[in-house]
């Protein structure tokens, strides 16, 4: 953990990181925004940024923001005052900590922040085989290349290695490769001089300095532009960067861990992306299997979710019911982990007692059921065949041709009052069409109703990218390439809806 703190705190700073370094961080301080800002572009970085109240929080924040820089900012501040404290929130800060400091609740905060306790919750053999086969490479220095679907915790995985290997005290930087446009990307991961390009208004490092010594993660890498791909290779070969702008190439000394949830011979094979890069990269695979591959870890996620987002919203410890965790335990999880996790956050919201019932649990469709999984098979009649049970329970319109629903597809529930009233739901819609509803989607293919249900969905949501795939149990990100595919094949997808339109 490195804790950058910034402005004087009233002379609490020597005791505010005598706390912080006795909890195992590493701290640096600086008087200034500026001298904070050039602290955060330089290879030394933080983790954490403690802040005086009385400083420009919301320029600092905003600063951040204009350079792509991600990092949690606490404010700090003498005694209880409430006015500061909400100003300090309002403008950004993810926390308000009142000074003269206590050391336990410096303690929460350093753990809440270095929390998503990135340990890895498993107890099926394929998730524990796949672990032993991490601790079995994480001592090397050789790179890594870790597959998996989307929401498998690949991530997760990259810092369980990390956290295993000999550069465990250095740093672990993560580059979202996917997240970041093509023409930033390259900043972002080789730095850049003053002046180099429109916006450089200073000189920044780039990630591969910031986590010399350590470990940096390329996640997402099959997004990479193959121009940027061929600067990577260079990058690994020769040990070496050049910042745009420099005539200077840069020694670095870092741990190369990628993750890609696309089969990356088949994107060689297809000219996406350099297979003399794809072998530098495949030193080591590890494959992290999906949620259907490992259910026995299904309830031990579920409850650690529900504990964690029940803690979070201020809410007592809930448990899952049996019918509750067959429903979990019969569906797809074609979301993987995050799938589940957003699934338990509802489940949280929604339920009124202790026990979590089927009628809190809110599932996608089996629509988008992988072919061949338990949940493509779930009889119609069956407790956990209604994806939507919950109160007012709605499912969008499946759009044929965008539009029009197809043929004995269910639209909308009635409130049910638990498995029964959900089954019989269904049932009703099967039997109002003549047959059970999956009939009237024979001879369509599987990407054609997976487009459909996107589509008919996010309408449903009025344009809500967010709404939607919360409703669909796939990320944001996602759903943004699928919705990108579909209007490049000439598909009418509605626009943003209101809410969203200024982040477009």
């Not at 000219?271 to 072998?279: I, P, S």
Request: aromatic letters at 4%.
């Amino acid at each position: 953990m490195r804790l950058l703190i910034v402005g004087t705190l009233e002379g609490y700073i020597t005791a505010a990181g005598k706390i912080a370094m006795q909890r195992g961080a590493k701290v640096s301080h600086t008087d200034s925004i500026e001298g904070a800002l050039n602290a955060l572009r330089a290879a030394a970085g933080a983790d954490l940024v403690m802040i005086d109240v009385k400083l420009d929080i919301a320029t600092f924040i905003e600063s951040l923001k204009a350079e792509r820089i991600t990092i949690p900012v606490v404010a700090c501040g003498i005694g209880t005052d409430a006015a500061a404290a909400v100003k300090a929130i309002r403008a950004g800060a993810k926390e308000y900590i009142p000074l003269p400091p206590d050391a336990e609740l410096i303690a929460a905060v350093l753990e809440a922040v270095a929390e998503e306790s990135h340990a890895i919750v498993c107890q099926d053999p394929a998730m524990l085989a796949t672990l032993r086969l991490a601790d079995q490479v994480a001592p090397s220095d050789a790179s890594v290349l870790i597959t998996g679907e989307s929401g498998t915790g690949k991530e997760l995985m990259a810092r369980y290695i990390h956290r295993k290997s000999r550069r465990s005290d250095a740093p672990f930087v993560a580059v979202n490769c996917a997240a970041i446009p093509e023409n930033l990307l390259e900043s972002e991961l080789f730095g850049h001089e003053k002046g180099a390009f429109t916006g450089a208004v200073a000189r920044r490092l780039g990630r591969f300095e910031e986590a010399n010594g350590g470990t940096l993660l390329l996640d997402e890498l099959s997004e990479m532009h193959p121009r940027l791909q061929a600067k990577l290779l260079r990058a690994i070969q020769e040990k070496e960067i050049d910042r745009i702008g420099s005539s200077q190439p840069v020694k670095v000394n870092v741990r190369l861990v990628a993750t890609s949830n696309r089969n990356l011979e088949n994107e060689v094979r297809a000219g996406n992306f350099r297979e003399d890069l794809y072998f530098r990269l495949n030193v080591f695979s590890v494959a992290i299997p999906s949620l259907r591959e490992r259910p026995a870890d299904i309830p031990l996620i579920a409850d650690h979710f529900l504990k964690k987002y029940a803690q979070a919203n201020g809410l007592g410890e809930k448990r899952l019911s049996d019918d509750a965790l067959l429903m979990l335990r019969a569906h797809h999880w074609r979301g993987n982990v995050r799938e589940l996790e957003n699934t338990m956050h509802r489940a949280v919201l929604l339920s009124k007692s202790e026990t979590v019932g089927p009628d809190a649990i809110m599932l996608t469709s089996q629509l988008l059921a992988p072919e061949g999984s338990a949940q493509a098979s779930i009889p119609t009649n069956s407790p956990v065949a209604n994806p939507f049970a919950g109160p007012g329970g709605t499912v969008p319109q499946a759009p044929r041709g965008y539009g029009q629903p197809a043929p004995g597809y269910p639209t909308s529930y009635a409130p049910p009052t638990g498995h029964a009233a959900g089954a019989a739901a269904y049932g009703n819609a099967g039997a109002a069409s003549g047959a059970p509803a999956v009939q009237g989607l024979v001879g369509r293919t599987v990407a054609e109703v997976e487009r459909d249900l996107i589509i008919g969905t996010l309408s449903h949501c009025l344009g809500n990218r967010t709404h939607a795939a919360n409703i669909l149990g796939i990320s944001i990100r996602t759903l943004r390439n699928k919705l990108k595919q579909y209007s490049e094949e000439g598909v009418p997808v509605p626009p943003p809806g209101s809410e969203e339109r200024a982040a477009y």
